[in-house]
Nanobody
Framework: QVQLVESGGGLVQPGGSLRLSCAAS????????MYWYRQAPGKQRELVAT???????NYADSVKGRFTISRDNAKNTVYLQMNSLEPEDTSVYYC????????????WGQGTQVTVSS
């Protein structure tokens, strides 16, 4: 059984930084693209950043220049470095990945809360 577990969320002041981590565990043969999504109260879930297994990255316009996605393939882990945080970044952040295990499917983590407030 494959699991994705996020960590690193919390409360931070505007202008501050946080680093989220998401580790995949279980019987894993290959992890293709990994994603970070977020969902604020009353809003739809939105895609924040993606990274392929080759290291190609993409970002939502709202986070370009402030957030950096990276991954450690040896650890089956994806990271999201968030700098210059704004109150509008307050959301639950979810990890997502395309994983080959006993089957090839998409997996979600349970989410981690990020709150940006003074």
């Amino acid at each position: 059984q494959v699991q994705l577990v996020e960590s690193g969320g919390g409360l931070v002041q505007p202008g501050g930084s946080l680093r989220l981590s998401c580790a995949a565990s279980g019987t894993i043969f290959t992890i293709y693209t990994m994603y970070w999504y977020r969902q604020a109260p009353g809003k739809q879930r939105e895609l924040v950043a993606t990274i392929t297994n080759g290291g190609t990255t993409n970002y939502a316009d709202s986070v370009k220049g402030r957030f950096t996605i990276s991954r450690d393939n040896a650890k089956n882990t994806v990271y999201l470095q968030m700098n210059s945080l704004e109150p509008e970044d307050t959301s639950v952040y979810y990890c997502n990945a395309d994983i080959v295990s006993s089957t090839y499917r998409n997996y979600w983590g349970q989410g981690t809360q990020v709150t940006v407030s003074s």
